[in-house]
């Protein structure tokens, strides 16, 4: 089983629509969790960070379910620009360091 | 600005050739990786560091080394490039929150 997982893509969405990502991790003593966005041929860049008490960011609502070991990414309002692809990210400390694992992604297109 | 930068973006080599990819951050983080995609089976972590001259295995370490002697640092070898290490390869600091990624190196194994 893969230590992070998220939904199978990609996801074609009308502008406008309100879309959401879900990602589930296997490790419970993981302790940091994240969205990052990646363009395509573009590095990832960080999109938000997730916390236990849900936290907006404009269009954008992350959730962490630490009972459940998933964490979502919602998108309200869909932009043009918000095709990319979505990878949620979890740290589990090893050692001193953090080590992150990354999901493998879902692709969302919203057309016009 | 934070700033993740990577020797190149592009690079061909021959099979059997040692391979050196740099990768140089200017944000004092104490963690870096390395980290390789592929499509289809994102990206996979080769090593990190989460300190001078500490490393440890990533899920994927073989057919590659690190070197970690500066804090700023962090050099992926490929020490007999084969093709199936076709890939791109991406560097990333973090300190104790999300990763910050350098721009990629597409290398070709030929």
């Known amino acids: 089983r893969k230590e992070v997982e998220q939904d199978p893509g990609p996801f074609n969405v009308p502008e406008g629509a309100t879309v959401a990502f879900n990602c589930t991790y296997s490790?419970?003593?993981?302790?940091?969790f994240f969205w990052y966005r990646q363009d395509c041929r573009k590095e990832p860049k960080l999109l938000m960070s997730v916390y236990s008490s849900g936290n907006e960011d404009g269009r954008f609502t992350a959730q962490l379910n630490r009972a459940s070991q998933y964490i979502s990414l919602l998108i309200r309002d869909s932009k043009l620009s918000d095709s990319a692809t979505y990878l949620c990210?979890?740290?589990?400390?090893?050692?001193?360091?953090?080590?992150?694992?990354f999901g493998q992604g879902t692709e969302l297109s919203v057309k016009p | 600005d934070v700033k993740v930068t990577q020797s190149s973006r592009y690079l061909v080599k021959r099979t059997g050739e040692k391979v050196f990819l740099e990768c140089v951050q200017d944000m004092d983080h104490e963690n870096m990786f390395w980290y390789r995609q592929d499509p289809g089976l994102g990206l996979r972590l080769i090593y990190f560091?989460?300190?001078?001259?500490?490393?440890e295995k990533g899920d994927i370490p073989e057919g590659y080394s690190v070197s970690r002697e500066k804090k700023e640092r962090f050099s992926l070898i490929l020490e007999s490039a084969s093709t199936n290490q076709t890939s791109m390869y991406l560097c990333?600091?973090?300190?104790?929150?999300?990763?910050?990624f350098g721009q990629g190196t597409r290398l070709t194994v030929v």
């Open positions: 560091s989460y300190d001078v001259k500490m490393k």
């Open positions: 990210v979890v740290t589990s400390f090893y050692n001193q360091g953090g080590k992150l694992i």
């Open positions: 990333a600091s973090s300190l104790w929150g999300g990763a910050f």
């Open positions: 490790n419970s003593a993981s302790q940091s």
